[in-house]
């Protein structure tokens, strides 16, 4: 059994109820042992039991490692020209997404595996010790089977997004798609994938399309997400909440019974619907954020993740994520970092992360900073020191 205590933390968010300081259970001056890959003590440095090895946090800020929920990362190309495009004044209408496809249906399997690591290596670097990974860029079985592959092998949370768009060559027969999607594809997919999720959008699948397609899922034991009212407001929130997924995301165009039917899901105490807000989207699109504060004090557990992708949002940086949160969205410092830490881990329908008490795994970062307010009130600063991912140096 090896043991590291990590010393002299200024700052430790817990996200644990009960602490001190609200949702975030701060602890101050405290020392925090890990043995075997997970949190086995916290206490005053004083109190410390004897360790192997010693890390010296130096006074800063430790908080959960943070869980990025929604990302996008196997895919070939990038689509810079068309970013530039759309800040120049063109719309964005999701259509770009076919572009990656035929890039990434091009690409050598090396190819492939080479970008997922690159951004999964940039993520932990930014403090991202859980990272969601989607397939949905191959969009025939083989390539979607082999991107949840790849993709499985730097993550055990694999989603299978064969419904992200209906590909060009099925433009004239959606059905037949949802048949392969639920079909041979699922079946392909399914051995390599955790979760289904589906683009339930105007453009994408329509909202008998998306149900069927969450169904064959869940009829497999895969878990449920959706992509809803992004563009405009539509039926996924509500059929995600209906269908008991775990997480819908986006939720940039929410009416008052959206909203309503999220917060009923904590109210009745069994699994929760978590609200996943993806602000670098808005970002990358220039669109009207989500109306977090409207969520928030309605009582939805409310999420942030990357929304990394080559189209819509190319940033693996939750950092940055909270940063928007907190200045573009009404959330305080203090609920975003819990939403890009806890609520990533509800959204993943986790308990061992997104956390730092006994028990929980040691996935935790030490910032260059004497508190977490400074990753919205530093941004774009490289604030994080270290990472430590199962209680291993990274
Ligand atoms: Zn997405």
Same mark, same amino acid.
């Given at each position: ?217 869940? +009829? &497999? ?6 992509? !809803?009212?992004? *563009? ?6 509500? =059929? /995600? $909440? ?93 609920? +975003? &970092? ?6 990533? !881990?509800?959204? *993943? ?6 956390? =730092? /008490? $006994? ?36």
């Amino acid at each position: 059994m090896s043991s590291l205590l990590v010393d002299d933390i200024g700052e430790l968010v817990t996200n644990d109820l009960g602490g001190e300081d609200g949702p975030l259970g701060i602890r101050r001056d405290v020392a925090l042992l890990v043995e075997d890959g997970r949190v086995a003590w916290i206490g005053p440095s004083r109190d410390a039991p004897a360790a192997d090895r010693r890390l010296d946090a130096r006074g800063a800020a430790v908080l959960p490692g943070f869980v990025d929920s929604h990302a996008h990362l196997v895919f070939a190309g990038d689509r810079a020209a068309e970013f530039a495009a759309r800040m120049a004044g063109q719309p964005y209408t999701g259509g770009g997404i076919r572009t990656t496809v035929g890039a990434t249906r091009a690409a050598g399997d090396d190819e492939l595996r080479a970008t997922v690591r690159r951004l999964r290596g940039e993520a932990l670097r930014q403090g991202t010790t859980t990272m969601e990974i989607k397939s949905g860029y191959g969009l025939t079985v083989a390539d979607e089977a082999r991107s949840l592959r790849i993709a499985a092998e730097v993550s055990e949370e694999t989603t299978f997004l064969g419904a992200h768009v209906v590909p060009a060559e099925y433009a004239d027969r959606p059905d037949d798609y949802v048949g392969l999607v639920c079909g041979p594809m699922l079946a392909a997919a399914a051995p390599h994938a955790r979760w289904i999720d589906v683009f339930c959008e105007r453009g994408a699948f329509d909202v008998d399309h998306a149900r069927a397609i969450l169904a064959c899922g869940q +009829a &497999v034991g895969l878990g449920l997400r959706v992509h !809803a009212n992004q *563009l405009g407001p539509g039926p996924g929130v509500q =059929l /995600g $909440v209906e269908l008991g997924a775990a997480s819908v995301d986006h939720c940039t165009h929410l009416t008052d019974a959206d909203v309503d039917a999220l917060a009923s899901t904590r109210v009745d105490g069994g699994h929760t619907t978590v609200a996943t807000l993806l602000p670098g989207a808005e970002f990358s699109t220039r669109s009207p954020y989500p109306d977090a504060r409207r969520l928030l004090d309605a009582g939805v557990t409310v999420a942030l993740a990357t929304d990394c992708n080559p189209g819509s949002s190319y940033t693996s940086s939750m950092p940055f994520c909270v940063a928007l949160a907190v200045r573009e969205m009404r959330m305080t410092p203090a609920e +975003a &970092v819990w939403a890009a830490t806890a609520g990533g !881990a509800r959204a *993943l329908r986790r308990d061992d992360i997104g956390r =730092l /008490g $006994v028990g929980a795994r040691a996935d935790l970062m030490i910032l260059d900073a004497p508190s977490h307010l400074h990753l919205a009130y530093r941004p774009g600063v490289p604030l994080i020191r270290q990472v430590l991912r199962n209680g291993v140096l990274q």
